[in-house]
């Protein structure tokens, strides 16, 4: 089935780290640039970060940025989200987003199902 | 930053009504906007890029139209599948930013 996967949610303690991925499945991510996009509980979609297709560039919210990593291995069809000095304002559910057409046009058509990250002492 | 202001934020609406959402964009952004539906639970699904393109496999019954600040969804005749959230996403420029969503619900 053609999907992505992500994991590595779960709960952290404010100021604690987490790594996610996205792992492709039957589908390819070379040439297609990649987005993280979150949830909080209720709330609307929150841009959280995006990569180029060849990670050349990365791009970050400003609430992320400095905290949060965006980086990608093709070989691997795998985007990774490194996540540092995590706060509560983090809690969320995370999905990961590619690229309608290679090129970096940032219209999202493949979405991952999410991962929920909980940021709580 | 783009702000992106959607409208109305819900909707009351009978199966069959057309139903129009409107997102404006806080600068001009051409025609780099998608429209997208979610479920509860669910992730959100690409209707409309380029604001007019329907994407591959959405019913005809969802189009797209706008330029620069002011776009619209229109749903030309409701199907018990359509009661969801809609939110709208500016490709213009980083940061990427999405409206706060309209909720399409059962009047």
């Known amino acids: 089935e053609v999907q992505l996967v992500e994991s590595g949610g779960g709960l952290a303690q404010p100021g604690g780290s987490l790594r996610l991925s996205c792992a492709a499945s039957?589908?390819?991510?070379?040439?297609?640039?990649m987005t993280w996009v979150r949830q909080a509980p209720g709330k609307g979609l929150e841009w959280v970060s995006a990569i180029s297709d060849n990670a050349g560039v990365t791009y970050y919210a400003d609430s992320v940025k400095g905290r949060f990593t965006i980086s990608r291995d093709n070989s691997k069809a795998t985007l990774y989200l490194q996540m540092n000095s995590l706060r509560a304002e983090d809690t969320a559910v995370y999905f990961c987003?590619?690229?309608?057409?290679?090129?970096?046009?940032?219209?999202?058509?493949?979405w991952g199902k999410g991962t929920t990250v909980t940021v709580s002492s | 930053d783009i702000q992106m202001t959607q409208s109305p934020s819900s909707v009351s609406a009978s199966v069959g009504d057309r139903v129009s959402i409107t997102c404006r964009a806080s600068?001009?952004?051409?025609?780099?906007l998608a429209w997208y539906q979610q479920k509860p639970g669910k992730a959100p699904n690409l209707l409309i890029y380029a604001a007019s393109s329907l994407q591959s496999g959405v019913p005809s019954r969802f189009s797209g139209s706008g330029s620069g600040t002011d776009f619209t969804l229109t749903i030309s005749s409701l199907q018990p599948e359509d009661f969801a959230t809609y939110f709208c996403q500016q490709a213009n420029s980083f940061p990427l930013t999405f409206g706060g969503g309209t909720k399409v619900e059962l009047k």
């Open positions: 039957e589908l390819t991510l070379d040439n297609y640039a």
């Open positions: 600068q001009g952004i051409n025609s780099f």
């Open positions: 987003a590619r690229d309608r057409l290679p090129g970096g046009y940032y219209y999202m058509d493949v």
